[in-house]
């Protein structure tokens, strides 16, 4: 028993064999995230960085970090003492409201903080593309610097073509000048 297919059917058969390599080769070729970002990279760093920068800021790594350490100091503070008299006493006597103070200077430890900036981190994408724009200021310096010594080169041959042509003139002014000289200078008889 044989079976006979129908040419539409063929058609068919070959249409859903050509729509399932369609798909198969779409899937694939398809691309990661990682991929497409790398590729973005690769066609432009300043707008990925910026884009990154953008929505994905380093703000604890901005600030510095700190370490705060307390220590005692010795100051010398003026504490009253009233019934201690020594050398470094000093002493004030008040006559009109007959007051008799007694001053003296004791060292006393105090705390003092210290406040100490140990490391300081900077945002990689900002350092992008302040490197990608010295890059495109260095490119444009370049084709500048090129242009400006065409220009040079070229003004000076125009430069030493002016000086030929004014040689020239100044020939044909001499020849000019001869030929008048010699015409006033020379009696013609008639």
Same mark, same amino acid.
């Given at each position: ?8 059917? &063929? ?8 729509? !399932?390599?369609? %798909? ?17 990279? &690769? ?27 307390? #220590? ?25 409201? =007959? ?6 200077? %004791?060292?006393? =430890? ?27 200021? =260095? ?5 500048? &610097? !090129? !242009? =400006? ?7 000076? #041959? ?7 042509? #004014?040689?020239? !003139? ?5 020849? &000019? ?12 008889? #008639?």
């Amino acid at each position: 028993m044989t079976h006979k297919i129908n040419p539409q059917s &063929q058609i068919k058969i070959v249409w859903l064999m050509l729509l !399932a390599i369609i %798909v198969i080769a779409i899937l694939a070729g398809c691309t990661t995230a990682e991929k497409l970002l790398n590729k973005a990279e &690769q066609k432009d760093p300043a707008i990925v960085a910026k884009y990154a920068r953008d929505k994905y800021p380093c703000t604890e790594l901005l600030r510095p970090d700190t370490s705060i350490v307390y #220590r005692d100091s010795l100051v010398l503070v003026e504490i009253e003492c009233p019934e201690l008299i020594e050398p470094t006493t000093i002493v004030k006597i008040d006559t009109v409201n =007959n007051v008799i103070t007694k001053t003296i200077r %004791v060292p006393v =430890n105090m705390p003092i903080r210290t406040q100490t900036i140990t490391k300081w981190y900077e945002d990689s994408a900002k350092l992008k593309l302040y490197d990608v724009a010295l890059n495109k200021a =260095n490119t444009a310096n370049e084709k500048l &610097q !090129a !242009a =400006n010594d065409k220009l040079t080169v070229k003004v000076a #041959r125009k430069n030493k073509e002016n000086w030929i042509w #004014r040689a020239i !003139a100044l020939c044909l002014l001499a020849w &000019q000048g001869w030929k008048l000289y010699r015409r006033f200078t020379t009696i013609k008889l #008639r």
